[in-house]
């Protein structure tokens, strides 16, 4: 079969272990993928052929002399395991793969595409570490480049322990090198991250000058590869200036939970010119080596940056009778405020910090439960010319900032707050024809964003801290939106880090600081994962934290009684936290100890690992029977479990605890506590399976209900009472602090996750039928009184669009856009199926053929593609 020019398949968007020519990768062996592009309809992949090269040259004439596949009959586009030749580190690599389509007709090559290895190991890290845990340090070093048309490439690595603000600023002849303003992010003070930089165009004839700023052990190495083949290295060491300090005078709680609350700059003692050749550095001195400090002993490739992604003007700012002034940045967020100045030497301008404003219109520092001191940064001018300040090691929640001392009157552009968060975001979009419904998935959405800064946290402002019930409870919605899999990496690097030898893993990581024991928290070892292998298809990600899986899962039997009785006074601390009606502490831990059995047991099959596929298959069998044993109530005809609570039936029915024969049962004393309660009293576990089950049950109606219950115990009501732009911790903000002792966030992720993940899977339809999106299913939930609903969601294989909308009352427009290499069954109601039509645009004929239909709905299978499906008269 021949086809027409340019219509050919053709792979793009190449990635190497998941990044885009990516600069310091850590693995010996990367995987490789790519999607597919190219004209018609029921396109795929056959085969594929890839290339591996020491040189662009060799890459661009076909030459793979590091590797060469050779063509390998497949259809796989990611997950491709390189079996080259061994790679050295601090070395760019390039690459191009071609494909042969479902007629056996071989692509042109790819684009070429690169990746730079880093350090495989600690044992590859030969330079030294800077400290300097209670102050910020500034170090410099002056070298000479003869000649930069010598330089065949030049690659900068920067090392760091991590805590809860940014530890490094990188510089280069003056400039601050990336944008990465939050780096590592929290780690254990044995593990470092490490940044690439390629600085072959930073680099200038002559004296160069690299410099930085940190408040945490750094190490750094620059690689310079001459077109010779020689190379120089230069490394921390003995021959660096440090100045203490410099003009960061307070940074309190560096190395603790406080650090990054406050920064005070003083712009005075900034030495002007410190990180350019030929500075004066009479002042600075050879750097103190402290014995006792002893390098990391773990290292890893810093995958996923936190850098600012949207900055917001005030939409409101008033003054004060003393002079201050108030700023309404009209949107909670994570970040800081970038403010432009000019005024006279020494004048202070002081930020304070706050989620909400009190009564008398001033903000309420305690509203992030940290008023002494509050989360604030205090700038101290220069005083020769506009200056500009945007914090190097703060950052926090806010919407509201108090500002005092500023100079003058402030024009419209003096204030940015600046939001930052890990580089997640996607082409994955949702929409609808309620604006009360975009309302709350636009604030989902900006929840979890602003805890996702390097690690996922519970909340941006009080906390910032990696709560792992928080996580997986919102892992499937944030795997539909975001691009997760280099952040939950690195967060399950982490994860190894803090697992004891007995398997038990804390609440939360990394630098946990809570001793609480909770069995259902840590269970985001196996549940996350789980989402991140439903969403991606990534089975390396399974391999690797399997042996964490087993450990836990092994500890939860070691603390368990009766084969699943947990002690609520030492086993579960929390249980169905911030739920009105909860379920018991020990029926809910029961029910996750079967949850990840059940879990581990299928990851084992998926492994190839019969013995604990059966091992734990037949404990999880063993638990499920005895859960029931203890906590399924039958009673005069009707079912239900423990408490009889909407969380306690939510969580059996989700988790597939009800016996077939009680499933009808139970789930009809579900929807009768619905009823008598009149809005949803779960709290945020039970949350998590509340829609998901009523899903599952035939009734998206009654989900739709609470998505948009105006009521107490609805998003609606919370988000209108406080005019919230994100979700907040609790659906009863006014009583949590008596109920909790502290102000409730107004800013967590956690009550985001099913109905982020219901409006994606329901109300637009679109859900995985099998691991990774390879096989679709399009079917929209169409509630009375909404004339429409939209959705992408950006897979590996590309973009996956659904969009429905009504014209008139018996008619119905469906739009789709399948990627190439996947396909979907589409069901839509239909009381006619001879009332389906199908129509295309594009190129192409549209593959579509009827495959049933029960009266109510008709479905279709369709190839990859656009297409258009009109159902009525």
């Not at 059940?598 to 019969?610: E, F, H, N, T």
């Not at 989900?703 to 009472?721: D, E, F």
């Not at 739009?815 to 839509?828: E, F, N, S």
Request: proline share 6%; aromatic share 12%.
């Amino acid at each position: 079969m021949a086809h027409e020019i340019g219509t050919g398949l053709r792979p793009v968007r190449l990635t190497c272990d998941d990044c885009v020519d990516p600069i310091g990768i850590d693995s010996r062996q990367p995987l490789f993928g790519w999607r597919l592009e190219g004209a018609g309809r029921e396109r795929r992949q056959t085969a594929f052929r890839l290339l591996v090269s020491a040189s662009e040259a060799s890459a661009a004439a076909g030459i793979g002399d590091l590797w060469d596949s050779g063509p390998v009959a497949s259809d796989l586009q990611f997950g491709i395991r390189y079996e080259g030749a061994p790679l050295a580190c601090t070395t760019r690599y390039f690459w191009r793969a071609k494909v042969w389509d479902e007629a056996g007709q071989a692509s042109e090559w790819s684009g070429i595409a690169s990746f730079v290895t880093g350090f495989f190991g600690m044992e590859d890290w030969t330079a030294r570490w800077f400290d300097a845990t209670w102050d910020a340090l500034l170090a410099r070093r002056e070298f000479r480049i003869d000649g930069p048309e010598s330089i065949s490439e030049a690659f900068l690595f920067v090392a760091a322990i991590g805590g809860y603000a940014n530890s490094v600023q990188v510089r280069l002849n003056g400039h601050v090198l990336g944008d990465n303003v939050l780096f590592p992010g929290p780690t254990e003070f044995f593990r470092a991250r490490y940044l690439g930089f390629d600085v072959t165009s930073r680099l200038v004839p002559g004296p160069n000058t690299l410099g930085l700023v940190l408040t945490r052990r750094t190490s750094a190495i620059l690689v310079v590869r001459s077109r010779d083949g020689s190379v120089t290295r230069l490394e921390t060491d003995d021959s660096w200036q440090t100045l203490p300090k410099g003009p960061f005078v307070e940074l309190p709680g560096l190395g603790t939970f406080m650090a990054g609350r406050y920064e005070t700059f003083d712009a005075r003692g900034n030495p002007s010119g410190w990180d350019l050749p030929g500075f004066a550095a009479d002042a600075w001195k050879p750097h103190e080596w402290k014995g006792w400090w002893t390098a990391p002993i773990r290292l890893a490739y810093a995958r996923c940056g936190v850098r600012i992604a949207r900055t917001f003007r005030p939409v409101g700012l008033s003054r004060k009778d003393d002079g201050r002034l108030v700023a309404d940045f009209g949107q909670n967020l994570s970040g800081f405020v970038r403010m432009r100045c000019r005024g006279p030497r020494g004048t202070a301008v002081t930020i304070r910090y706050a989620e909400t404003l009190d009564g008398q219109g001033e903000i309420d520092p305690a509203s992030l439960a940290s008023d002494n001191p509050p989360y604030a940064t205090r700038y101290i001018l220069a005083g020769d010319g506009p200056e500009v300040y945007q914090p190097t090691f703060f950052y926090t929640g806010f919407r509201y900032v108090e500002i005092s001392g500023f100079p003058g009157e402030p024009g419209e552009s003096d204030f940015e707050a600046c939001f930052l968060h890990s580089d997640v975001e996607t082409g994955s979009r949702f929409e609808c024809g309620d604006p009360d419904v975009n309302r709350l998935a636009d604030c989902a959405a900006m929840s979890f964003l602003s805890n996702l800064v390097n690690i996922p946290t519970d909340c941006p402002g009080r906390e910032r801290r990696g709560w792992t019930a928080d996580a997986f409870t919102v892992s499937e919605a944030e795997c539909i939106r975001f691009d997760m899999l280099n952040l939950y990496r690195r967060w399950f690097d982490d994860c190894r880090d803090v697992q004891r030898k007995s398997g038990w893993i804390p609440v939360e990581f990394p630098l946990d600081t809570v001793r609480a024991i909770d069995v259902i928290w840590p269970c985001a070892c196996v549940l996350v994962p789980w989402d991140v292998y439903q969403a991606y298809g990534d089975i390396r990600f399974l391999e690797e934290q399997f042996d964490t899986m087993i450990g836990y899962v092994n500890f939860m039997g070691t603390v368990a009684r009766d084969l699943c009785r947990f002690s609520p006074d030492s086993c579960v601390s929390f249980g169905d936290w911030v739920s009105s009606d909860p379920a018991s502490k020990p029926f809910v831990a029961a029910v996750y100890y079967y949850a990840v059995l059940d879990r581990v047991s299928r990851i084992a099959g998926l492994l190839d690992r019969p013995a604990e596929r059966d091992r734990y298959g037949d404990l999880a069998r063993r638990v499920r029977a005895r859960i029931n044993d203890l906590h399924l109530r039958r009673e005069g005809g009707t079912a239900f479990y423990d408490n009889g609570s909407q969380s306690a039936n939510a969580h059996a029915l989700f988790f597939g605890l009800v016996p077939a024969g009680d499933r009808d049962a139970v789930a009809e004393s579900l929807l009768a506590r619905i009823r008598a309660d009149g809005t949803n009293t779960t709290g945020f576990l039970g949350l998590m399976c509340l829609l998901q089950v009523l899903a599952d049950i035939g009734r998206n109606d009654l989900a739709y209900a609470l998505v948009t219950n105006p009521n107490p115990g609805g998003w609606l009501h919370m988000v209108r009472k406080r005019d919230l732009t994100t979700l907040a911790e609790d659906f009863d903000v006014d009583t949590f602090a008596d109920r909790y002792l502290v102000p409730a966030s107004l800013n967590h992720a956690f009550l985001g996750g099913s109905l982020s993940a219901w409006l994606f899977r329901h109300l637009a339809g679109i859900q995985p039928r099998s691991p990774g999106y390879r096989e679709i299913s399009i079917r929209p939930y169409l509630p009375d009184g909404l004339d429409s609903a939209s959705a992408a969601i950006d897979t590996r294989y590309g973009i996956i669009a659904a969009s429905w909308r009504r014209l008139g009352p018996d008619r119905l427009v469906l739009d789709l856009d399948i990627p190439h290499g996947t396909t979907a069954v589409v069901t839509v109601p239909a009381a006619r199926p001879d009332r389906v039509t199908c129509r295309e645009f594009g190129a192409g004929d549209l593959a579509a053929r009827l495959a049933g239909c029960d009266g109510h709905t008709v479905s279709f299978r369709l190839g990859s593609g656009a297409c258009r499906l009109e159902v009525g008269p």
